[in-house]
C-alpha cells in the first residue's frame, strides 16, 4: 500500500482548518446559546423559588391570620356569652326582686285588706253593742244611767295620783264633766258633793252631754281623764277580744 503523505498532510490541514471554523463559527455561538440559556433557566429557577418562598409567606401569614381571625372569633364569642350570662343573671335578680316585691304589695294589700274588714267587723259589733244597751237601758229609770254611776266615777277619781288629781278643777275653774244626758238639779248637785269630797274642795261642773256614752259619766282633766261609762267598758270589751283573738281570729 502506498501513501501519499502530501494528501495526507493537506487532508490534515483541511481537518485542522475545519476543526477551527466549526470551533470558532459553530461551537462558540452554541455554547454562548447554551450558557446564555442556562443562565436564563437558573433566572427562572431563581424567580421561581423567590415567587415559591414568596408564596410560601403569604401562605403561612394568611395562616397565622386565620389562626389570629380563629382565636378572635373564640374570645368574642366567649365575651358575647359571658355578657348573656351576666345579663342573664341580672334579669333572673331584677325579676326575682320584682317578684319579690309584687308578693310583698299584694300580701300587704290582703293585709290592709283584712284589717280594714275587721275594723268594720269591730264597729258593727261596737254599734250592734250599743243598740242592745240602748234598748236594755231604756226599759231603765232615765236616773239609773247618771246616779248609779256617781260614787265609782268618785271613786276612780281617787285612786289617781295626787298630783294628777289636783289637776282637776284646778285655780276654781269648773269640772268638766260628760254625761249620756243633761243632768237635773239634784243630779248635778250629788256629783258636785262627791267629787268634791274627794279633791277637798268646793266644786262647779261644766257638764257636757254626750249620748254615745249610754250610761255613767267622764272627767276630763289637763292631762288625765276619768271614763266610767258603758261606752268606755264596750271599748275595754273589744280590746280584750282583739288581743285574744276574738274579733280578728
Known amino acids: 500500500m502506498h501513501i501519499d503523505w502530501s494528501t495526507l498532510a493537506l487532508q490534515t490541514v483541511n481537518a485542522l482548518v475545519l476543526v477551527w471554523l466549526l470551533a470558532r463559527f459553530l461551537f462558540r455561538p452554541v455554547a454562548d446559546i447554551v450558557a446564555a440559556r442556562q443562565k436564563a433557566a437558573q433566572a427562572l429557577l431563581a424567580d421561581a423559588?423567590?415567587?415559591?418562598?414568596?408564596?410560601?409567606?403569604?401562605?403561612?401569614?394568611?395562616?397565622?391570620?386565620?389562626?389570629?381571625?380563629?382565636?378572635?372569633?373564640?374570645?368574642?364569642?366567649?365575651?358575647?356569652?359571658?355578657?348573656?350570662?351576666?345579663?342573664k343573671a341580672a334579669l333572673?335578680?331584677?325579676?326575682?326582686?320584682e317578684a319579690a316585691q309584687l308578693r310583698?304589695?299584694?300580701?300587704?294589700?290582703?293585709?290592709?285588706?283584712r284589717a280594714a274588714q275587721a275594723r268594720d267587723i269591730e264597729d258593727d259589733a261596737v254599734r250592734l253593742a250599743v243598740v242592745i244597751a240602748g234598748r236594755l237601758l231604756d226599759r231603765m229609770p232615765p236616773e239609773a244611767r247618771v246616779?248609779?254611776?256617781?260614787?265609782?266615777?268618785?271613786e276612780a277619781l281617787a285612786?289617781?295620783?295626787?298630783?294628777?288629781?289636783?289637776?282637776?278643777?284646778?285655780?276654781?275653774?269648773?269640772?268638766?264633766?260628760?254625761?249620756?244626758?243633761?243632768?237635773?238639779?239634784?243630779?248635778?248637785?250629788?256629783?258636785?258633793?262627791?267629787?268634791?269630797?274627794?279633791?277637798?274642795?268646793?266644786?262647779?261642773?261644766?257638764?257636757?252631754?254626750?249620748?254615745?256614752?249610754?250610761?255613767?259619766?267622764?272627767?276630763m282633766g289637763a292631762h288625765a281623764a276619768v271614763r266610767n261609762h258603758l261606752r268606755h267598758d264596750l271599748d275595754a270589751i273589744r280590746e280584750t277580744?282583739?288581743?285574744?283573738?276574738?274579733?280578728?281570729?
Not at 410560601?56 to 366567649?78: I, M, P
Not at 333572673?92 to 326582686?97: E, G, I, N, S
Request: with cysteine.
Open 159 to 219: 285612786t289617781l295620783p295626787p298630783e294628777t288629781r289636783a289637776e282637776f278643777g284646778a285655780q276654781g275653774e269648773p269640772l268638766a264633766l260628760a254625761a249620756p244626758r243633761a243632768l237635773s238639779a239634784a243630779e248635778q248637785q250629788a256629783c258636785e258633793a262627791a267629787f268634791g269630797a274627794v279633791l277637798g274642795r268646793d266644786v262647779t261642773l261644766r257638764v257636757r252631754a254626750d249620748p254615745t256614752l249610754i250610761a255613767g259619766l267622764e272627767l
Open 49 to 87: 423559588e423567590a415567587n415559591r418562598r414568596a408564596a410560601q409567606a403569604e401562605h403561612d401569614a394568611a395562616r397565622d391570620e386565620t389562626a389570629r381571625l380563629a382565636a378572635s372569633r373564640d374570645a368574642a364569642l366567649r365575651a358575647a356569652q359571658a355578657d348573656a350570662e351576666a345579663h
Open 147 to 154: 246616779q248609779g254611776f256617781i260614787g265609782a266615777t268618785a
Open 92 to 97: 333572673l335578680v331584677q325579676a326575682r326582686a
Open 104 to 113: 310583698a304589695q299584694a300580701e300587704s294589700e290582703i293585709e290592709r285588706g
Open 241 to 249: 277580744l282583739l288581743e285574744h283573738g276574738g274579733v280578728r281570729g
